[in-house]
């Protein structure tokens, strides 16, 4: 199988578990990514691809999504992102994969990035953290997402509300990275595919949403994404 074909079956399924789950796809899509593309291109495409599959999410959910923490957001996504894409110049691509193995052990077996009180300023606060660690890291798991819950909002309000926030944070990656250099134009097959099968596994992904048992998928997802963390590590060093 071509890697354009296994790139595009990744996405297709990664975007259905995201969609039911409302979160996991994008961190077990960028988990499968080392090997199949040049670590330079790793972060870029993944960010190309999340951007579809989170705004077609929140276009199948439109009506819960929640707009009055978007402003705080995108200005803490701005001032991360303008800041990482700096220090994102300074590292040796070559070992980019090890920091996205560290930081997916960190979100599966830490307790991952989370507020338990709130901030001053959170959503600024998130919008910083979640685009400037996705600029290193590729993606940032249920950052807003926990606060989200702790607000007291329904599974569709979380799940739509956290779609918008992922496209602001992928939006801005993706501009950051053309503006440091990065050539979409040499990946634009490969990006073209898996954006076709994340969308049409976010519309098969938002009708299983209330049929699938949610702690079950869960510690298999995490042990999934252990073993994926470890095949990147391995891939990298040997």
Do not use: C
Not at 80 to 88: H, M, Q, R, S
Not at 136 to 163: F, M, N, Y
Request: charged share 10%.
């Amino acid at each position: 199988m071509g890697v354009e074909l296994l790139l595009m079956l990744f996405a297709f399924l990664t975007s259905i578990l995201t969609a039911v789950m409302g979160l996991g796809g994008g961190l077990i899509l960028i988990a499968l990514m080392p090997g199949l593309l040049p670590p330079v291109a790793i972060i870029p495409v993944h960010a190309a691809t999340q951007l579809v599959s989170n705004t077609s999410r929140a276009l199948f959910a439109w009506r819960d999504i929640r707009w009055e923490f978007m402003l705080a957001f995108v200005i803490g996504s701005l001032a991360g992102g303008l800041l990482a894409a700096k220090i994102a110049t300074l590292l040796n691509l070559e070992y980019l994969p090890l920091l996205i193995a560290a930081f997916i052990l960190f979100n599966v077996w830490g307790r991952g990035i989370t507020f338990n009180n709130s901030p001053k300023g959170e959503f600024l606060t998130i919008g910083f953290v979640q685009t400037g660690m996705g600029m290193l890291s590729g993606t940032t798991g249920p950052l807003a997402q926990s606060t989200l819950v702790r607000k007291g909002l329904e599974r569709d309000a979380i799940v739509a509300t956290s779609a918008v926030f992922m496209s602001i944070s992928h939006l801005i990656k993706l501009a950051l990275f053309g503006f440091i250099g990065f050539s979409f134009a040499e990946y634009w097959a490969v990006m073209l595919a898996m954006i076709a099968a994340v969308i049409a596994g976010t519309w098969v992904g938002t009708r299983l949403r209330h049929r699938v048992p949610n702690e079950a998928f869960r510690l298999a997802l995490k042990w999934l994404l252990t073993l994926l963390a470890v095949r990147i590590i391995v891939q990298t060093l040997w």
